[in-house]
């Protein structure tokens, strides 16, 4: 799963898996995403698709249960405590990350 636009539908498609299926947020972001995807459903490559919605909770719902069921596994590529939110945000500044960085936050007692 593509959130940001990042990654093209092509330059994703040798890791998947023959069951596997690419699903893109933003078809519009990475250059000739569009064109590939269109591409794709013309040639009837039924591993690609856009998911084009507002978050709700239906949808959260649903990708909660994949992740309970272990069928999407985020990956994470580093966690920050808050203290150190200033050197998270130059970590994703750089544009190099492979996974999503996580913030913690310790509840106060």
């Known amino acids: 799963m ?9 330059s994703c498609k040798r890791s ?3 069951t596997g299926v690419y699903i893109t947020e933003n078809p519009l972001k990475a250059k000739y995403q569009i064109v590939q995807v269109l591409l ?3 040639f009837r490559d039924k ?5 084009l919605s507002e978050p709700n ?6 990708f909660r249960q994949l ?3 272990g069928k999407l596994k985020p990956v ?6 808050l203290d150190q939110i200033v050197e998270a945000h130059r970590h994703v500044e750089n544009g190099h990350t492979k996974g999503k960085v996580v913030i913690e936050i310790q509840r106060s007692s």
């Not at 591993?47 to 998911?51: A, E, N, P």
């Not at 909770?57 to 649903?62: G, R």
Request: proline content about 0%; aromatic content about 12%.
């Open 2 to 10: 593509d959130a940001v636009g990042g990654r093209t539908f092509f």
């Open 16 to 18: 998947l898996t023959e």
């Open 40 to 42: 794709s459903l013309l």
């Open 47 to 51: 591993r690609v698709k856009m998911h």
């Open 57 to 62: 909770a239906k949808d959260l719902d649903f």
């Open 67 to 69: 992740i309970e069921d």
């Open 76 to 81: 994470i590529e580093k966690r920050y405590t």
